[in-house]
């Protein structure tokens, strides 16, 4: 290869490799003036400065040795003294550098192979990059392409402008792909890696079948009617739920389309999946209803602070709302964001008779009172002993077969247990070493710092060191399924608030934080809008 080589023929070859890889001509051109540089130096070399500049629009090549002016020269080879440098040219300063025309050269055969790798490596980085800048931008959309090749399972997909791959557990089960089928999946993420851009696709992602709806409802697409959330089973079953902006539209019947054509197309594209198209609610409680379809509920109960919901089915619809293995009310939760218990109308009635039966003999115990008083005030909706305690007097004597007196001697009773506890609660405080600073934090009991000694806390600075989940409790979402973790004073009825203050009460008296650090801290909350 010799550097004045036909100026035509090498703007060919830039252009020719630019046009195939899909990237800028002038990149291409300038790894060619690299590769020129790494083989000069190897001719002059490798301390040279050594500068290969290309002309895009002429092709003519210039190579020049850049040496730098200084005072003293070190090193003959990158340096020249200001007075010689001054004799080409007068204006030169100290720093500048002044280039010397190289003649063209003849590459040998070592040096064009190394010149030709840098140019490979230099087009692939550029190549690397393009790809990169390209599909980072694409994440959350479909992508069309051919099955290039299948590796234990993963099929590796060519996009046209780029190399995909789609993992075995990202393809919706019992597929299979072969060389030069085409595939449709979403892209639900871009990294990149030493060996490249890794682009990765998805048939099993739950917004794979929300696109697919969006591509098939021009309502979805014009922003009518809006996909609030989708849940998947993927090869067998999936719930996604819609709501319209326009009242005249009915969401589910606009997904549905003609006699099932809309709907009829997503299935197809997902391998017969059986889908339930659910009709959104702000209502928590009519949402988890029409998630649950296509089971019947009698009733719900809502349970905010644990985030959990509790929904009873009539005896013969059990099966029905749980689905096969669970699906159904996996399906259900994983749509409405709730841990669902589902219980039928005879274990409801078991259960609620149960706890009936629990408060009664907890007043019986606690107030030394017969069977009949007991059960009394728990029909009467009272839970706890606290509650009798220091309900309002006139609460207890308006109920039918109380008077005046049998309330103040009620009440009397549960103060005198409620002493009594706190006594023994007191004692085994004492025993396990926890401190009465502990009293301190706002919203601490006696019964509390027990649990708290058993836990090996005594000091307000050991408080201080929990988080509010310590307390709490948190849980985990994973494959559809909530673990819970229960906090050290979970058995007391703390909210995720109450534990909060208590920490930041506890960190506020061992010193940890200062009032005006909190001040500092809501003000920025404020201003952040957090």
């Known amino acids: ?65 850049l040496m730098e002016v200084v005072d003293n020269v070190e090193d003959y080879a990158t340096q020249i003294a200001l007075f010689s440098a001054r004799e080409r040219n007068p204006d030169a300063q100290l720093g500048d550098f002044i280039a010397e025309q190289l003649p063209p050269m003849d590459f040998g055969r070592i040096a064009a192979q190394s010149a030709k790798q840098v140019i490979v490596q230099k087009v692939r980085e550029a190549e690397r990059d393009r790809q990169y800048d390209e599909y980072k931008d694409r994440i959350g959309e479909i992508v069309n392409g051919t099955v290039k090749r299948v590796e234990y399972g993963n099929v590796i997909v060519d996009l046209g402008r780029g190399e995909a791959i789609i993992r075995r557990d990202e393809l919706i089960p019992r597929e299979n792909y072969k060389y030069g089928d085409r595939v449709r999946a979403y892209v639900y993420d871009v990294r990149r890696e ?79 999946e059986k889908i339930d198209i659910i009709p959104w609610s702000p209502s928590a409680a009519s949402f988890i209803v029409n998630a649950l379809q296509p089971a019947e509920v009698a009733k719900v109960v809502l349970d905010e602070d644990a985030e959990r919901i509790e929904v009873v089915v009539p005896d013969d619809q ?17 749509l409405t964001g709730w841990d669902i218990d589902i219980l039928t109308e005879q274990e409801e009635s078991e259960r609620r008779q149960k706890e009936f039966i629990e408060r009664s003999n907890l007043f019986m115990e606690a107030l030394d009172v017969d069977e009949m008083v007991g059960q009394v005030l728990a029909s009467e909706g009272f839970t706890s002993v606290e509650e009798v305690a220091y309900v309002d007097a006139g609460e207890i004597s308006s109920i039918d077969g109380f008077d005046e007196d049998t309330a103040t001697e009620i009440q009397n009773r549960a103060r005198e247990h409620l002493e009594k506890v706190e006594g023994e609660h007191d004692d085994a405080r004492k025993k396990l070493g926890v401190q009465d600073e502990l009293r301190e934090i706002p919203g601490v009991t006696t019964a509390m710092m027990v649990t708290l000694g058993e836990d090996g806390v005594k000091t307000i600075e050991d408080f201080a060191g929990y988080a509010a989940d310590d307390l709490v409790g948190w849980k985990e979402r994973k494959d559809g399924e909530t673990k819970v973790f229960p906090g050290v004073l979970a058995a007391h009825g703390v909210s995720k608030t109450e534990a909060e203050q208590m920490v930041l009460a506890a960190r506020l008296k061992a010193g940890w934080i200062s009032e005006e650090e909190i001040q500092a801290e809501d003000v920025e909350a404020e201003t952040t809008g957090a």
């Not at 060619?32 to 002309?55: F, H």
């Not at 849940?231 to 589910?252: F, L, Q, Y």
């Not at 709302?321 to 259900?332: D, K, P, S």
């Open 1 to 65: 290869m010799v550097v004045s080589a036909n100026r035509l023929e090498l703007l060919q070859i830039a252009d020719a490799v630019a046009r195939e890889k899909s990237i800028d001509k002038s990149i291409v051109i300038a790894a060619m003036a690299d590769a020129i540089q790494k083989a000069a130096r190897s001719r002059y070399g490798q301390e040279t400065n050594i500068r290969a500049d290309i002309n895009p629009t002429t092709g003519e090549m210039k190579l020049q040795r």
């Open 194 to 272: 030493q060996r490249g851009p890794q682009i990765f696709l998805s048939r099993t992602h739950p917004q794979f079948m929300a696109k697919l709806f969006t591509m098939e409802v021009p309502e979805i697409y014009d922003g009518i009617i809006e996909i609030k959330s989708v849940a998947r089973d993927p090869g067998s079953r999936a719930k996604i739920a819609v709501i319209s902006r326009d009242s005249s539209i009915d969401p589910v019947g606009a997904c549905v389309g003609m006699r099932g054509s809309r709907v009829q197309a997503v299935v197809g594209e997902l391998q017969g």
């Open 318 to 334: 059990l099966s029905l709302a749980i689905g096969r293995r669970g699906q159904n009310v996996r399906l259900a939760s994983q």
